[in-house]
């Protein structure tokens, strides 16, 4: 029989714990080397996890094109250390350092959240915080953005397609902005009433504040061998940074 | 011969993955039609108004509007400003914080200036019996009343043609009784999706049933 990790079911809770851990790891780590080593550990992880390449690709793009903006600047903003002159403006080594290491920790953090987290519905991913004692607020304003928000964007497309009924363009006139500033403040005044109707319904059917939940979550040997292998590899790879000489990334500048 | 205010000739119409809508179905508007429109739930009224709006697009077929084929949201827009169509559901429709925000709405898409939009506002509002409710919340009013606004909205852009999706529904008999009173003494030509035959023989002249994607004169 083969075994597969990304279709064995772990406890939710084991991944959400230690995705976090994960993450609390890579932000304290500041040195180059052991954040490729971290960032590579990571790659790992979501091809053994079998995270799908190409939509993975696309949504890391879209993150890194993002930031990619704002770390342009760093370089010529830093102001400290060793620099070179380009186009006649100071182009500061540290600011590029520091650069890569934010990309490379918000890359190796986003990776592995894919891989242990990507495939958990939303709405398990609630469930899995209940369990783990995250106030009741946080998790009930979760779940039920899970429930509504499709109806929400319906209620949004329904009161648009009446208003394109009425002759509504896209412009840029003061008519139009006022509209949608009309549209958005009705959506708000409905979600409201809805929540309201909600709430009611719910109390007639007995609630009192607290969430009966049905999934209850097991953990088992295969969590506790997803847990040690983790943290077996992470030594691993975190030892190859050790190993590293810091300099030689550097390119001895 | 009259000019069609619309003409669909043999639309086909399926939502992705599921099975037809339409097929083959044809329909005209003439001037000073009223027609009735019955049928089953989930048979495809609201599609069928939704298509002749553009909102829905036909995978085959043609809809002419006003003499024009429309085929993109483009060629609906001109027809959209000459067509009322009131929503099963007058929330959807009322969507500005006040009346009178809200029906001039219209009219100041149709490029009409301030002055001359609050003054058809006005005067909208008081052929239907609700002068005095300019400043009122739509959010606040009666089922009856936003049915009401809802239909002065649309009569404020001065439509050639009325498509009114089942607007008896929830009304209490007076509000009922002053709709009917309202649409008998437009002079305008109307589709009305209902179920209420009574309603209907009151109001149309002709009434189709839509079964199984196409319409049938009863």
């Known amino acids: ?253 | 011969m009259v000019d069609a205010y619309f003409t669909l000739r043999s639309i086909s119409f399926r939502r992705s993955k599921q099975s037809p809508l339409f097929q083959g179905l044809n329909f005209e508007v003439l001037p000073n039609d009223q027609i009735g429109v019955i049928g089953g739930n989930g048979a495809g009224k609201t599609s069928l108004f939704h298509l002749m709006m553009g909102l829905l697009l036909p995978q085959a077929g043609d809809v002419f509007a006003f003499g024009q084929v429309c085929r993109n949201e483009k060629d609906f827009v001109p027809v959209r400003s000459q067509v009322g169509y009131l929503f099963q559901n007058s929330d959807d429709q009322l969507f500005c914080p006040t009346v009178e925000e809200d029906v001039s709405f219209g009219p100041l898409n149709l490029g009409m200036s301030h002055k001359e939009a609050r003054e058809i506002t006005s005067k909208t509002l008081n052929e239907l019996g609700l002068s005095g409710f300019e400043k009122r919340i739509t959010h606040h009013l009666s089922g009856g009343e936003k049915k009401l606004v809802a239909l002065a909205s649309i009569l404020a852009m001065n439509p050639k043609v009325l498509l009114l999706d089942e607007p008896t529904n929830n009304l209490d008999d007076e509000a009922y009784k002053r709709l009917t009173d309202i649409l008998k003494s437009l002079n305008i030509s109307k589709v009305i999706i209902s179920h209420d035959r009574e309603f209907l023989s009151d109001l149309t002249e002709k009434t189709y049933r839509l079964e199984a994607g196409q319409l049938h004169l009863e």
Not at chain 1, 27 to 36: D, E, G, R, T
Not at chain 1, 68 to 85: C, K, N, R
Not at chain 1, 149 to 162: C, G, N, P, S, Y
């Open chain 1, 1 to 253: 029989m083969s075994f597969s990790l990304s279709e064995t079911s772990f406890d939710p809770r084991t991944l959400i714990l230690l995705s976090l851990c994960f993450a609390i790891l890579v932000i304290s780590f500041s040195s180059l080397q052991f954040l490729f080593c971290l960032f590579a550990f990571s790659v790992c992880l979501a091809a053994l996890f079998k995270v799908p390449f190409v939509s993975t690709m696309k949504k890391m793009l879209l993150i890194d094109g993002f930031m990619v903006l704002a770390l342009l600047s760093l370089p010529f903003t830093f102001a400290s250390g060793s620099f070179i002159l380009f186009l006649g403006f100071p182009f500061y080594w540290d600011g590029l350092w520091l650069a890569i290491a934010i990309l490379l920790k918000a890359n190796s953090i986003f990776l592995c959240f894919t891989a242990l987290m990507g495939r958990m519905g939303l709405a398990e991913f609630a469930h899995a915080l209940a369990h783990l004692n995250v106030p009741s607020s946080f998790v009930q304003i979760l779940l039920f953005m899970v429930r509504y928000i499709d109806v929400l964007k319906l209620e949004l497309q329904r009161m648009l397609r009446a208003m394109k009924c009425r002759g509504f363009r896209y412009s840029t006139s003061w008519h139009c902005w006022k509209s949608i500033g009309h549209l958005i403040g009705m959506l708000f005044v409905r979600s409201i009433e809805r929540a309201e109707q909600i709430l009611i319904a719910m109390k007639c059917r007995g609630f009192t504040g607290t969430f009966p939940l049905l999934h209850h979550f097991h953990y088992s040997m295969k969590d506790t061998a997803l847990v040690s292998t983790f943290i077996a590899f992470l030594i691993v790879f975190l030892s190859i940074g050790f190993l590293l000489d810091g300099s030689f990334l550097k390119g001895g500048i």
